[in-house]
């Protein structure tokens, strides 16, 4: 059986890579209390070969040539000019190296990479078919996981692996820990019953609310293109780093760090209103001639309102109504992040 198929046997629904039926996470305190996801929005390239750490270490925004075996990382994928064509987590899986990414974008992001393999001994392969990505979260999963991982990562940002896949854990929310479980199809068919008796379903919208809580932000195919990634915070969740060599577009990013304070960043919102798309402009009261900003990603978290995370000029942080789409659209108020906006080069 498919992992779409057995959803569909659990009452769920899998349309335009998201899976949906379950109970609406606002209608219970499920994100805080323990979560399970089906994370069907997200895609799994596996990276083999001698030189798959090479390779990727020249086309990245971050360390891969040194990457532990225990933890995970981030990286930007971009442009010649700096702007981000993918985000990803990687890890490792024994000599190979796993690449998470919005599954919206994976086989044009594979099709670019395939280009600039020329000789290198490295080849990508697409193993969505064999791999599920589960999310789980709350206070109640981290006993709920121990039926397969005795041991469970005891922090952001480390990988445990063993025979029912792989367990990383990632930002915190709520004060609770989150965990994304990428398993062998059949075994997550199995351990979702037994999950599901412990945890409370979720749609895989619930999941990316959580993201968002985290200030933790995904190029999608509506989003590729459109931010260097400082604009987006990716440095300060440690998605860049300014001490390795080239890859493309590292002179645009570096430049935006080092010459010139930066003039745009990535903030937390709850917007009033249920429909809000990544990509739509974001405008300030105080000038209503030009957008100000972008959403990066949204949510429902309300019946009737959105968290979203969007970018947009500094000064239009500290004054004026901001809306969606025009000077007369849905208002939006700014949260806080849980990570301060400092310099990590000083």
Known sequence: MTWEDFLSSQGATVENL????????????????????????????????????????????????????????????CTPKGRMLASFVYWKDGQDIILQLSKSIQATVQKRFQMFVLRAKAKLHDINA???????????????????????????DQKLSNEYGSLLRVADVSNAPRYLWIAPVEIAQQAWLKLN????????????????????????????????PQMINFELIGGVNF???????????????????????????????????????????????QPCGMIVNAEQHQEDSSLALIEMKLADQESGQLTLGSATGAAIELLPLPYAITDITQ
Not at 199 to 218: C, D, F, H, K, Y
Not at 268 to 275: F, G, N, R
């Open 130 to 156: 064999e791999y599920v990505v589960l999310g789980l979260g709350g206070s109640a999963a981290p006993a709920a996981l121990q039926a397969w991982f005795p041991e469970l990562p005891a922090k952001v």
């Open 243 to 289: 001490k390795k060599g080239c890859y493309p577009g590292q002179e645009i990013v570096a430049r935006s760090q080092y010459l010139g304070k930066l003039k745009r960043r990535m903030a937390i919102a709850l917007v009033h209103a249920s429909d809000v798309a990544a990509g739509t402009e974001v405008f300030n009261s105080d000038d209503v001639s």
């Open 18 to 77: 998201n899976t949906s039926g379950f109970a609406p996470h606002w209608q219970s305190d499920a994100l805080q209390t323990g979560f399970i996801a089906p994370l069907t929005d997200l895609g799994l390239i596996r990276v083999t070969g001698e030189d798959a750490p090479s390779f990727l270490h020249n086309q990245l925004s971050n360390d891969v040539e040194h990457l532990g075996a225990t933890e995970l990382r981030r990286a930007a994928y």
């Open 197 to 228: 008796t412990q945890l409370q379903a979720v749609n895989t919208s619930a999941w990316r609310a959580t993201e968002i809580q985290a200030g933790i932000a995904i190029v999608i195919a509506s989003t590729q293109e459109k931010f260097v």
